[in-house]
């Protein structure tokens, strides 16, 4: 079964709302990285996170290893934020990342 | 400092034939892992080195997948003999190693006919 699950795996929003994003972990998650694909095809690191919460700009995200999930916050969306936005679990410190199927996030002007 | 680079960009291969991916991690970086994306799979790790050693080797992808790290600033994949269903993006990675950020490259799109 999935060990990463994200959801929704698509969200359409309007410029200027906000959105929330969700990774549920079956591991044991001890940090999680979110990445943006933009639609060039490259992987942007967006947060590397240890249990706790972290903000830059207009985004938040929270990992909460206990209850085995994170979420990303998008405040204001622009049109620049559009793309697939993947998180990823490190398990017990193994180094490698196992990857959600992504959640691809179109914004309408 | 250049991030991690990976020629060539795009490949197109015959069935059967060798191919050989090339990575470059970010410089002092220890780690380095490859990836595999397609849009039914996902991302899914190939091989992953920690300090040129191989720590994983890539389970379903041994047989004709083979990753080296001949020092620690370049790394090949090689694909022998390459299938259809190969086609994908091939991403290469890399970490200072521990509990840090993986920093991509901008990956291989392989085309297998």
């Known amino acids: 079964g999935d060990k990463v699950k994200q959801s929704p795996s698509a969200l359409s929003l309007q410029e200027g709302t906000n959105s929330a994003l969700r990774c549920n972990f079956s591991i044991a998650a001890t940090t999680v990285q979110w990445f943006l694909q933009n639609p060039r095809g490259s992987l942007i690191n967006l947060f590397y996170l240890v249990p706790g919460t972290k903000e830059n700009g207009r985004l938040k995200s929270a990992f909460d290893s206990k209850e085995s999930y994170s979420t990303l916050h998008i405040r204001d969306a622009q049109l620049e934020d559009s793309g697939t936005y993947f998180c990823?679990?490190?398990?017990?410190?193994?180094?490698?990342?196992?990857f959600g199927q992504g959640t691809k996030l179109s914004i309408k002007p | 400092d250049a991030g991690v680079t990976q020629t060539p960009r795009h490949e197109v291969a015959e069935k059967g034939q060798t191919i050989i991916l090339k990575c470059e991690p970010v410089s002092g970086h220890n780690d380095l892992f490859w990836y595999r994306q397609t849009k039914i799979q996902g991302l899914e790790l190939l091989s992953y080195f920690r300090s040129k050693s191989l720590m994983e080797d890539g389970g379903a992808f041994k047989d004709r997948f083979k990753a080296e790290m001949l020092n620690s600033s370049f790394s090949t994949l090689k694909i022998q003999p390459t299938e259809p269903k190969d086609s994908a993006v091939y991403l290469c990675?890399?970490?200072?190693?521990?509990?840090?950020?993986?920093?991509f490259g901008p990956g291989t799109r392989l085309l297998v006919l």
């Open positions: 990823a679990a490190e398990n017990y410190n193994q180094g490698k990342l196992i």
């Open positions: 990675a890399s970490t200072s190693g521990g509990q840090d950020t993986q920093y």
